[in-house]
């Protein structure tokens, strides 16, 4: 698709690319951008965004998730997404709105695009905190841009996306082409408004108060225009042809015609969190080989446990291979300075690269597979979020709990009888505790309280898998509920931080800093701007401790000198306390066991 020269000029000086910073001459002519069809646009600015999210989530959002590991080191540096947002997407569905926001015949396809403005902001204020708005893309403001504050931004996205969808006429005008919605149904454009409304109105009611609560009775009151089945879910679909490849293949696959090994490759292979495993053990949960490929035999861990006998009261010691095995997000996993473990052997935290399990191959290898933006799962949880804090809904809270349990099942091809029989575990249920593995530093424990908006929160957490690890790391800091070990090499602007050998979860990304676009040196007013309205103490803002507005209040835990021990006990066990039920799993899986040691206690 062409554009305008002109087009490129505002947009990249507006989002201060130093490649226009010298730039004097423009093209003037206004008439090949409006050539251009509002289909081809929005086309251009969903897919521009989703391959920037998808490839972030790679190199940053997957480790902070916590559920897959691809060695970001918890990096939240800028690496593209400021100036993909502002340039290829934002600047591109403002010209819609420019070219034809006054033609009645556009009226729903204008009210589209501003439905993508907003989601876009909200990824960006959701990312960096104050963000420009109100001058952004605007010819009138070019070597002086001003940040809008992130209580600002919030307010902006709600009123926005409540405006855009009141406006969508359901007989008017649809897009021809459709990236997220074949065949073009403006009712679901109207969902997909009212429920990322929800979704940010959560996020936002410590910042935003009685405005963000005033949302979510508003969306709950009116049902029916939210997403209500898998059919409603926003996906972006890829169309396996050269330039539209899901970006997962085009990282992993394409350039080594093989995932998950080739020894060639500079991308090694994404792995389950140990986190992620001890949580998915703990409560018995069968999404774990769905979400992860086992190991293959010759690269199993070998674990020693103890096991009991229903033929006599004698224990047994034995050492098997077990066939799932998840990675630390650091690999070397402590501190020198955690002296509890000074002397003792890491167990898991050095092993070959082959002993850790992938992310399963079909998750990868599928260079068509769609990108889910805003899903019905979670849209369930969200709903029963806002059911349990009194804001409405017309079922009660355990009743969308649960349904959302068995969408996300469903969403995966899990067996309903296996959905009823996780609903049923203690710490799943309403009403329960459940009793959880640690980490295998000890450092973490996965119980889960009794209170039940835990609850939401942990399956919302469980529903963003895969796609969608940026909503994940924001309700990681919407409720600070999750804890999890610090990653102990971390990357990005760690050496700015008063811990540069370790970094928590982190409280925000950094302004882009590189030599071509930083954003100090392009726009010194907007970031002095932005500095301030963060409140930072600092001359800078490379601090990824920083908390946003939006977040809970948080004490970090003392990571330097932690009560840290090896505990293997979630990988224990694997196949049942007994020895028989060992020597069963055994025959039907044709793998060994060593009996080394039979005892009576």
């Known amino acids: 698709m062409q554009r305008s020269i002109l087009l490129y000029v505002l947009s990249a000086a507006l989002l201060l690319a130093a490649c226009t910073k010298n730039f004097t001459k423009t093209n003037t002519d ?6 251009v069809s509002p289909e081809a646009t929005i086309e251009s600015a969903i897919r521009s965004l989703n391959n920037q999210m998808v490839t972030y989530n790679a190199t940053k959002f997957w480790d902070i998730s916590n559920q897959i590991t691809a060695g970001s080191r918890y990096d939240v ?95 008017g005008d649809r897009l ?49 225009n939210t997403i209500n089945s898998e059919a409603d879910a926003a996906k972006m679909s890829y169309e396996n042809v050269t330039n539209n490849y899901n970006p997962n293949w ?97 167990p898991i935290g050095a092993l070959n690269n082959k002993a850790y399990s992938n992310l399963m191959p079909a998750f990868i290898s599928n260079p068509a597979r769609p990108i889910t933006m805003l899903g019905y799962a979670e849209t369930l949880f969200m709903k029963a979020e806002a059911a349990i804090l009194g804001f409405g809904g017309s079922k009660t809270p355990e009743q969308y709990y649960t349904a959302g349990i068995d969408a996300n099942f469903a969403y995966w091809g899990i067996p ?12 799943i249920k309403f009403g329960t505790s459940g009793t959880g593995f640690n980490n295998f530093t000890g450092l973490v424990n996965f119980s889960i309280p009794a209170a039940d908006i835990n609850k939401i929160w942990i399956q919302t957490w469980m529903a963003y898998f895969l796609d969608q690890s940026f909503d994940a790391w924001c309700l990681e800091r919407r409720t600070r509920f999750f804890t999890f070990a610090p990653n102990t090499n971390p990357g990005g602007y760690s050496s700015y931080t008063s811990h540069p050998t370790f970094m928590d979860i982190p409280g925000r990304g950094s302004y882009p800093n590189s030599a ?23 001359s800078d803002d490379y601090d990824p401790d920083q908390p946003l507005h939006f977040a809970a209040p948080y004490t970090m835990p003392n ?21 028989q039920a060992l020597q069963a799993a055994s025959a039907a899986g044709g793998f060994k066991y060593t009996l080394t040691l039979t005892y009576h206690p």
Request: with cysteine; charged share 15%; hydrophobic share 35%.
């Open 30 to 35: 206004p008439n090949q951008f409006l050539s």
């Open 416 to 427: 309903s009888a296996s959905a009823t029989a996780y609903k049923a575990t203690n710490g």
């Open 250 to 346: 085009s990282r992993y696959v394409q350039p080594n015609n093989v995932y998950p090994f080739n020894p060639s490759s500079t991308n090694p292979p994404p792995k389950m969190v140990d986190n992620f495993q001890a949580f998915l053990r703990s409560y018995n949960d069968p999404r774990m080989t769905v979400f992860f490929d086992s190991v293959p035999p010759a690269n199993r861990y070998i674990i020693t446990d103890t096991l009991t006998s229903t033929a006599d009261d004698s224990l047994r010691v034995v050492t098997y291979p077990i066939p799932y095995l998840g990675q630390p997000v650091s690999p070397q996993g402590t501190l020198g300075t955690w002296v509890t473990l000074n002397g003792i052997a890491n």
């Open 559 to 579: 990571w330097t000198n932690p009560n840290a021990f090896y505990d293997l006990s979630y990988l224990r066990k694997w196949y049942g306390t007994t020895i």
């Open 77 to 171: 540096t800028d690496a593209g997404l400021w100036q993909t947002a502002y340039v290829s997407v934002l600047e591109n569905l403002r010209q819609i709105e420019i070219n034809y926001g006054s033609d009645s015949a556009y009226n729903n396809r204008v009210q589209i695009a501003r439905i993508l403005k907003c989601y876009t902001y909200s990824i960006l204020t959701g990312v960096y905190g104050p963000i420009p708005i109100n001058q952004a893309n605007d010819p009138n403001y070019l070597s002086s841009i001003l940040f809008d504050s992130e209580d600002s931004a919030y307010s902006y996205i709600l009123t926005n996306l409540k405006d855009a969808a009141s406006r969508i006429k359901p007989a």
């Open 176 to 224: 021809a082409y459709d990236v997220v919605y074949p065949g073009g149904s403006v009712t679901s454009w109207v969902k997909f408004a009212n429920t990322l409304r929800l979704k940010i109105a959560l996020r936002c009611m410590r910042n935003l108060g009685a405005t963000a609560t005033a949302h979510i009775q508003d969306v709950m009151a009116n049902e029916a």
């Open 516 to 538: 071509t676009q930083s954003i100090q040196t392009l726009n010194p007013n907007g970031y002095q701007s932005a500095l301030k309205l963060l409140g930072v103490t600092r």
